[in-house]
C-alpha cells in the first residue's frame, strides 16, 4: 500500500541514496532523491513535499543552509515543513547545530 505523504531526501552519498530509497519503497512512501541541497531546493520550488530528510554535510549547499533557507521562506509564505536530519555525529553539539538552523528532529547515520 503507498502512503499518501511525499518525502524529499537529500543526500550526497550514492550509496546512502541508494539505502534510503530502498526503506522508503518498502515502507510504501513515494520519494524524490536529491544530491544536495541546491537540487533539493529546485524540487522544493516546484513540488510539494510533506517531510525533507536532509544530511547535514553536502557540497554545493549543505543541510543546515538547506534548512536556514526554508524556515526564511517560510517566514514569509507561511506554512512549516518538516525537516529530518540525518548525519553520522550524533553529539549533542551536532544535534543543537540541526534546531538551531531550523531542523525539527535529528537521525544517525546508518539509518
Known amino acids: 500500500m503507498r502512503k499518501a505523504a511525499r518525502i524529499l531526501v537529500a543526500e550526497d552519498h550514492p550509496i546512502n541514496r541508494v539505502v534510503i530509497s530502498r526503506q522508503l519503497d ?3 512512501y513515494r520519494h524524490t532523491l536529491a544530491e544536495n541541497g541546491e537540487l533539493a531546493w529546485q524540487a522544493l520550488a516546484k513540488g510539494r513535499y510533506d517531510l525533507l530528510i536532509s544530511d547535514c554535510h553536502m557540497p554545493v549547499l549543505d543541510g543546515y543552509d538547506l534548512a536556514r533557507r526554508i524556515r526564511s521562506h517560510e517566514a514569509g509564505q507561511g506554512g512549516h515543513l ?24 535529528f537521525l544517525a547515520k546508518p539509518v
Open 26 to 28: 518498502r515502507l510504501g
Open 82 to 105: 518538516p525537516i529530518i536530519a540525518l548525519s553520522a555525529s550524533a553529539l549533542p553539539e551536532q544535534i543543537k547545530r540541526c534546531r538551531d538552523s531550523g531542523m525539527d528532529d
